[in-house]
């Protein structure tokens, strides 16, 4: 089975994203995708997989969008992908492919709906919230492990 993550080392959610992909028994392919951005096809089509606008896979915090005025709204999908093409750290991350689909897992847990296997273990984030139980069940938030 193959699993992709288009990955940031840097970054606290992609890092819990790895985590919990590797706690369900898998080791993915991880691109880091600041070092080796998707190709403008392979993020069309990413995004046209996802089901969601463009706009929504563009991240603001960290990155020059604000000063490249991408709050527009009159700009169009090309001017967008244009921009993340520029610009990768633009591109909102992680984003994981596997069988099950394609999606932005943020929050981090947000992956556990789109992995084939379940988790094999307990799992918290680095922030101390648990995610999965030592049965592998999902915690529900506000409860602890």
């Given at each position: ?110 992956v556990l709906n789109i992995l084939p296997n379940p988790q094999l ?25």
């Open positions: 089975m193959t699993i992709t993550i288009f990955h940031n080392p840097a970054c606290g959610t992609s890092r819990n994203v790895l985590a919990l992909i590797r706690n369900s028994g898998e080791e993915p392919e991880v691109i880091e995708y600041l070092k080796t951005p998707p190709t403008r096809d392979v993020l069309a089509d990413l995004i046209r997989r996802m089901g969601v606008p463009v706009r929504d896979v563009l991240r603001e915090k960290g990155t020059p969008y604000a000063e490249l005025g991408l709050g527009d709204l009159s700009l169009t999908d090309d001017q967008l992908l244009d921009a993340m093409m520029a610009h990768p750290i633009l591109i909102n991350r992680p984003i994981v492919v596997t069988p099950l689909g394609v999606k932005l897992c943020r929050p981090s847990e947000a273990g307990g799992f918290t984030k680095e922030d101390g919230e648990p995610v999965v139980d030592a049965a592998g069940q999902r915690v529900a938030k506000g409860l602890t492990a």
